[in-house]
């Protein structure tokens, strides 16, 4: 238990040190891949619901104290993503990588579309309100639907990462078990 405590922590700190460092030099169409809740979607994915939530909460604390204006803003969005990801996490067949491409799509773009519509109509959480030009159509095709692509392609290499780490997380925890 205390090594995946670990090894949730250190990967939330380097995914915080790649988000804020080299991803705004890849960005495409002035969009950049946000690598919390990539993470958050495969880690809820694989782990279920409560994991999911505790994983996300802290991402999003992270992803709060890097970026946010508002401590505890990403936190509760993260909680619900990894909630609501790691709920369905049972029905379906965890380790196939289209699935979990499409599952990075979609969650993506409901994640971006409730910020977006938080953001839009509440001023308070950001200051002056910077997407008060920007109506619902030019939102999704300049911000939503490119992050969610981007985001569904990085996850791959997420996918993968965390495939190992998963394995070698349930090695460990079936070897505890046998004693």
């Known amino acids: 238990m205390k090594k995946k405590i670990l090894i949730y922590t250190v990967c939330i700190l380097i995914i915080a040190l790649i988000q804020v460092t080299l991803l705004n030099y890849i960005k495409i169409f002035n969009v950049k891949p946000n690598l919390f809740i990539v993470f958050v979607i495969i880690a809820a994915f694989f782990r279920g619901s409560y994991e999911g939530a505790v994983i996300g909460?802290?991402?999003?604390?992270?992803?709060?104290?890097?970026?946010?204006?508002v401590l505890g803003f990403y936190a509760i969005l993260g909680l619900y993503l990894g909630l609501i990801v790691g709920s369905i996490n049972k029905r379906?067949?965890?380790?196939?990588?289209?699935?979990?491409?499409?599952?990075?799509?979609?969650?993506?773009?409901?994640?971006?579309?409730?910020?977006?519509v938080i953001l839009k109509w509440s001023p308070l959480l950001i200051g002056k309100n910077s997407l008060i030009g920007i109506n619902v159509l030019d939102a999704l095709k300049r911000i939503?639907?490119?992050?969610?692509?981007?985001?569904?392609?990085i996850s791959i290499v997420v996918f993968?990462?965390?495939?190992?780490?998963?394995?070698?997380?349930?090695?460990?925890?079936?070897?505890?078990?046998?004693?």
């Open 92 to 116: 379906l067949y965890r380790e196939n990588l289209i699935l979990n491409i499409l599952n990075t799509f979609l969650f993506s773009f409901l994640y971006e579309s409730v910020l977006f």
């Open 57 to 69: 909460f802290f991402a999003g604390i992270t992803q709060d104290m890097v970026s946010g204006k």
């Open 160 to 179: 993968i990462i965390f495939i190992k780490i998963n394995d070698k997380l349930e090695t460990e925890s079936k070897a505890a078990r046998k004693y």
């Open 144 to 153: 939503i639907l490119p992050e969610a692509v981007y985001n569904s392609i």
